[in-house]
T-cell receptor
Framework: NAGVTQTPKFRVLKTGQSMTLLCAQDMNHEYMYWYRQDPGMGLRLIHYSVGEGTTAKGEVPDGYNVSRLKKQNFLLGLESAAPSQTSVYFC??????????????FGSGTRLTVV | KQEVTQIPAALSVPEGENLVLNCSFTDSAIYNLQWFRQDPGKGLTSLLLIQSSQREQTSGRLNASLDKSSGRSTLYIAASQPGDSATYLCAVRPETSGSRLTFGEGTQLTVNP
């Protein structure tokens, strides 16, 4: 099925370790996003990309880096994980075409625990 | 700054009831509004997308309305079923934020058999 695929689905990290979360979409969407979801805080935008080779900061970018080397992939990196980064991470994508506004498609999430 | 509020935060109803979930937003300058469903431990599934020029959208037992000028949307669920139990999120795409969505906190719905 076409959609947004996130890997891995679960991960436990020790404080200070690094890791990369991968998001892949096969819908040829230009726009991609990384969100984190925490109890009582809703969904918060970490970083986003409006096209291949571009990235921009969202609401809570500190401690994360991203890259969009290929249109279909959006990578989220944690260079030195901290317990405060324990969360569920969601990737999403959408397309913009002229005056048409399309909805978002979300991945199934990555549950990350930092101990 | 756009803010999205969903009321109530939680709702419990018996099976078979018709129900309405509410979403309000502070800035009426939006491109569209999207309703999502999230099951525990799962991702977000898109239910309905309403463009700013539209008044409502329907899919099966779901009907979403949009009153852009008053900053309100409702999600109507007819003949609720236990399988409808989930958290329902609404999100708006403000005209001033490019493509970024602003989410509400969600309404946690429980349909009791």
């Amino acid at each position: 099925n076409a959609g947004v695929t996130q890997t891995p689905k679960f991960r436990v990290l020790k404080t200070g370790q690094s890791m990369t979360l991968l998001c892949a979409q096969d819908m040829n969407h230009e726009y991609m996003y990384w969100y984190r979801q925490d109890p009582g805080m809703g969904l918060r935008l970490i970083h986003y990309s409006v096209g291949e080779g571009t990235t921009a900061k969202g609401e809570v970018p500190d401690g994360y880096n991203v890259s969009r080397l290929k249109k279909q992939n959006f990578l989220l990196g944690l260079e030195s994980a901290a317990p405060s980064q324990t969360s569920v991470y969601f990737c999403a994508s959408t397309r913009i075409s002229g005056t048409e506004n399309y909805g978002y498609t979300f991945g199934s999430g990555t549950r990350l625990t930092v101990v | 700054k756009q803010e999205v509020t969903q009321i109530p935060a939680a709702l419990s109803v018996p099976e078979g009831e018709n129900l309405v979930l509410n979403c309000s937003f502070t800035d009426s300058a939006i491109y569209n509004l999207q309703w999502f469903r999230q099951d525990p431990g799962k991702g977000l599934t898109s239910l309905l997308l309403i463009q700013s020029s539209q008044r409502e959208q329907t899919s099966g037992r779901l009907n979403a309305s949009l009153d852009k000028s008053s900053g309100r949307s409702t999600l109507y669920i007819a003949a609720s079923q236990p399988g409808d139990s989930a958290t329902y999120l609404c999100a708006v795409r403000p005209e001033t934020s490019g493509s970024r969505l602003t989410f509400g906190e969600g309404t946690q719905l429980t349909v009791n058999p």
